[in-house]
């Protein structure tokens, strides 16, 4: 019913706060969270100022796999690699995955602009790098700005979803 509301959406991004919350913790930065999103944040915070280098990702396939970024982690964890430069390197990986998978799914879908959203986007570093990137590639970038990005936000979009369905029965 909802259908023609959100068409040509595309949600390929998932559980990326269950992502950090591993990585945050095989750098050692939290185990054991205390309250929402500490890990993501102690591994935003304790990233060095380095928007060069990064984790390849590859952005090809409909899932995206993580094993080699985190085989790239535990050679730089070996290596001595402080975890300050390995978080910017997870950091710059993954926006730069975000872009590679966006610029993928705008060519297969005819799409011109995107949305982010989604608690990761509160990550102040990685949300400013995708914006320098995408204005770099003239590809529109929207975020959210009134209503939360996060999960406060899935609220509103069930109200629409609701909305919409009252909306078509009281057509029919």
């Keep these: 019913m909802a259908g023609p509301l959100f068409a040509g959406c595309i949600g390929p991004f998932s559980l990326a706060g269950r992502l950090f919350d591993g990585l945050a913790s095989i750098l050692g930065l939290c185990d054991i969270a205390t309250r929402q999103a500490e890990a993501p944040v102690l591994l935003e915070q304790c990233a060095v100022e380095d928007y060069t280098l990064r984790y390849k990702i590859d952005a090809g396939g409909k899932e995206i796999p993580v094993s080699l ?14 975890a300050g430069l390995i978080s910017a390197k997870i950091h710059n990986g993954l926006v730069y ?76």
């Design 69 to 82: 970024l985190v085989q790239g982690i535990l050679e730089d964890m070996d290596r001595g690699v402080p």
């Design 97 to 172: 995955l975000i872009l590679e998978k966006c610029k993928l799914l705008l060519k297969e879908t005819g799409a011109k602009k995107v949305v982010i959203s989604g608690g990761c986007f509160q990550n102040k570093r990685l949300t400013e790098h995708l914006q320098i990137l995408f204005s770099n590639e003239d590809i529109p970038l929207y975020i959210p700005s009134r209503i939360p990005c996060n999960d406060g936000g899935i609220a509103v979009g069930q109200l629409a979803v609701a909305a919409a369905r009252k909306s078509i029965s009281k057509s029919s």
